[in-house]
């Protein structure tokens, strides 16, 4: 199995007594996609910059491959980075621009007998021309190199700077949002390039995003962050499905977040009905939070939902609607391909599988309601949309 790489051990970072990292604890395995996400400030980029070199924590130790390096200046890191603003060299041609990375001074690390050990760098001409080519030809440019940089799109530059980082080699490549610049369709072409770059050279990605779907798409483990603590660690399904607390929950898709009392295992029961759940351990009559995803709620008719609600907004996505619902004041959002005009009344069905009880935290209360969602849907929203007779009025199922 994967081997250890990159270990954090209560890493602490603090700016005139403020904490902005606060005892961070992670381990990254060699050739693992992994990704810190959390929203603008939670301290990303502070985490990143530790393990570049670029910052020291205040307190804690941060390892690679077993030995201690917060003394280790960047340059001799097995590290690279990827910038948002990854400032190519206006004046010289993409093939220079790559080639610098193997000119400016520095050392690499290679494998020796099981070990990683560092090496001055000293390339001839010719060995630096067939590994700027070579990784010209990993990143989609082969033909370019002699391009100015003012003449390629957003995406080409892009690619130069992960060629730039690339083509010494590193162990580790971090990426601190390297696509935020750059459009939604460039975007989601580019993720699914660096997934592919990452897994051809074998090599270990840490990626910083603040987008969640990003995250989802591309990584092997993802490091929910806020407020300078990671909030959960796990792969993209796991925190998809089990986030741990209402911040997770709401961050990461769209949630119904809601009030609950554990019952009794596998029953919790939320707007005084009980529901059967897959979740158990919790203690007899535990308040509890309890995430409902709006894809996982099935609309019948009236009579038979196990709760009743009225349709206070509608908005066609193509695939489905997204169905605003009022259940006793509290608005859930719901996912569904069956239209629902608004004021009509509505059941819910949902299957113990689509429900996820979790504990209640700091983040109790915050999030998870669609009030405000709503009132911007019926400004906005396509609430006049008819569909055709035939798709029409809500189907039971
Ligand atoms: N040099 C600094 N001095 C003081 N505060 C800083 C410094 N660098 C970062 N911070 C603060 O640390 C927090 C985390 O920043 P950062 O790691 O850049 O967040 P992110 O990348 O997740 O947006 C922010 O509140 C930021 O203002
Ligand atoms: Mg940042």
Redesign the pocket.
């Known amino acids: 199995m994967s081997k250890e790489l990159i270990r954090l051990s209560d890493c602490v970072?603090s700016?005139?007594g403020?904490v902005?990292?606060d005892h961070i604890n992670l381990y990254i395995n060699d050739r693992e996609f992994l990704t810190?996400l959390?929203?603008?400030?939670?301290?990303?980029?502070?985490?990143?910059?530790i393990i570049g070199g670029f910052l020291s924590p205040t307190a804690g130790d941060v390892f690679f491959d077993g030995v201690r390096i917060n003394d280790v200046p960047p340059h001799k890191r097995a590290v690279n980075t990827v910038f948002q603003r990854y400032a190519l060299f206006p004046h010289l041609n993409v093939f220079e621009n790559v080639a610098f990375g193997l000119r400016i001074p520095r050392t690499e690390t290679v494998e020796q007998g099981g070990k990683t050990v560092s090496k001055k760098l000293k390339l001839s001409k010719q060995e630096i021309y067939h590994r700027v080519m070579e990784m010209l030809e990993v990143v989609n440019l082969k033909g370019f190199e002699k391009r100015p940089i003012s003449a390629l799109s957003g995406g080409q530059q892009q690619r130069v700077a992960i060629a730039r980082a690339l083509v010494n080699r590193p162990k580790v490549l971090l990426l601190?949002e390297p696509l935020g610049a750059l459009d939604m369709r460039l975007r989601k072409d580019m993720q699914g390039e660096l997934k592919r770059i990452q897994q051809e050279m074998g090599i270990t990605f840490i990626y910083?995003t603040?987008d969640q779907e990003e995250a989802l798409a591309m990584s092997d483990t993802v490091v929910v962050?806020d407020q300078?603590k990671i909030q959960q660690i796990g792969t993209p399904e796991d925190i998809y499905n089990e986030p741990k607390n209402a911040f997770v929950a709401d961050f990461i898709g769209e949630s119904n977040i809601l009030d609950g009392v554990m019952r009794a295992d596998g029953v919790v029961e939320i707007f005084n009905r009980r529901f059967q759940c897959l979740d158990k351990g919790f203690g007899q009559d535990e308040p509890v939070d309890v995430v409902i995803r709006p894809e996982d709620v099935d609309i019948v008719d009236e009579g038979s939902g196990q709760l009743k609600g009225t349709v206070t907004a509608v908005t066609f996505k193509g695939v489905h609607y997204d169905t605003i619902v009022d259940f006793y004041g509290f608005k859930w959002l719901i996912q569904t391909t069956d239209f629902c005009p608004v004021g009509s009344n509505i059941g819910i069905k949902i299957d113990p599988d689509g429900i996820h009880v979790m504990k209640k935290s700091q983040y109790s209360g915050l999030f998870g309601d669609y009030s405000s969602y709503s009132e911007e849907y019926d400004e906005i929203g396509d609430v006049d949309y008819v569909p055709d007779e035939e798709e029409g009025g809500h189907h039971e199922e």
């Open positions: 970072m700016y005139d403020d902005v990292l810190l959390g929203p603008s400030g939670c301290g990303k980029t502070t985490t990143l910059r601190d910083v603040h962050m300078g």
